[in-house]
Nanobody, 115 residues
Framework: QVQLVESGGGLVQTGGSLRLSCVAS????????MAWYRQAPGKLRELVAR???????WYLDSVQGRFTISKDNNKNTVDLQMNSLKPEDTAVYYC?????????WGQGTQVTVSS
């Protein structure tokens, strides 16, 4: 079955960096669009970054220039390098992909940025 397992969250000070990683299984990774979403308390889940099979990349405006999404088709992983973190980046971050018309989610990893 489809599995997405995130890791790498934690507590960091403003201006710090974190690297999130998602290991995927149960579908053909190299042909799939992979994405990172986040959800802060009391807010809707939002798309942060997305990478297509041809490595076309999209970023949320507020993270452009600070976050970098990348994937490794040999390891079935998609990473999110987050630099210059701000308190407003605090959220649970989710790895996601669409399989057979359904969005599949990882369990999420908490990122907390202290001011």
């Amino acid at each position: 079955q489809v599995q997405l397992v995130e890791s790498g969250g934690g507590l960091v000070q403003t201006g710090g960096s974190l690297r999130l990683s998602c290991v995927a299984s149960g579908f053909i990774f190299r042909f799939s669009v992979m994405a990172w979403y986040r959800q802060a308390p009391g807010k809707l889940r939002e798309l942060v970054a997305r990478i297509t099979p041809s490595s076309t990349i999209w970023y949320l405006d507020s993270v452009q220039g600070r976050f970098t999404i990348s994937k490794d088709n040999n390891k079935n992983t998609v990473d999110l390098q987050m630099n210059s973190l701000k308190p407003e980046d605090t959220a649970v971050y989710y790895c996601a992909t669409d399989v057979n018309g359904r969005t599949r989610w990882g369990q999420g990893t908490q990122v907390t940025v202290s001011s």
